[in-house]
């Protein structure tokens, strides 16, 4: 533990125990703190952090939810490191990674 650690100790965050897509393409994840995400393909695809989506600079999401066709549905996943996913969307899109702390933001923030 680091003299950081001691002044401003930091909260575990939730990690996921499973995660997979159900028949519906629907993101399903349980944290090992009890609770259970679910997130529906286009609000997913819309939410896309990568580069295309979201100018790097600016921070301004230029693929959103209004952007997304409907019909989207996921093709596959992969992990990247223990960090995050990687989904490849019927769209051919598939550079997005979904790091466990940005799901879990999602997850407070669903609004967002």
Known sequence: MGLLDKINPQKKLPRPTAVAFDHGGVLQISWDDGRESLFEPKYLRGHCPCAECVEEWSGKRVVGM??????????GMHEVGRYAIQIDWNDDH????????YLLKLRENPAE
Not at 94 to 101: E, K, L, P, Q, R
Request: proline letters at 6%; a negative charge; aromatic letters at 12%.
């Open 66 to 75: 209004d952007s997304v066709k409907e019909g989207i549905q996921p093709r």
């Open 94 to 101: 598939n550079t997005g990674i979904y790091s466990w702390d």
